[in-house]
């Protein structure tokens, strides 16, 4: 999906949600309230066959309770 540029969706936004997934991508899990950021990160890692699990925060707490 094409991503346009707004006052509350700068490019430095856009280049946050691509490094925040880039990084992620080298751990089990990455753990986002950032809809959008979540959305490009499953994208990438499906494209990529990046094993790196995508959750919302109430996913990971509800998944990861026993080590929470």
Not at 20 to 30: C, E, K, T
Request: hydrophobic share 35%; net charge positive.
């Amino acid at each position: 999906k094409k991503e346009n540029l707004s006052r509350k969706n700068t490019t430095s936004n856009i280049n946050n949600d691509t490094y925040q997934g880039l990084m992620a991508s080298y751990f089990d899990v990455f753990v986002s309230n950032d809809g959008n950021s979540l959305a490009k990160a499953n994208v990438l890692y499906d494209k990529f066959k990046i094993s790196t699990e995508i959750l919302t925060p109430e996913e990971f707490l509800a998944k990861y309770k026993n080590l929470v």
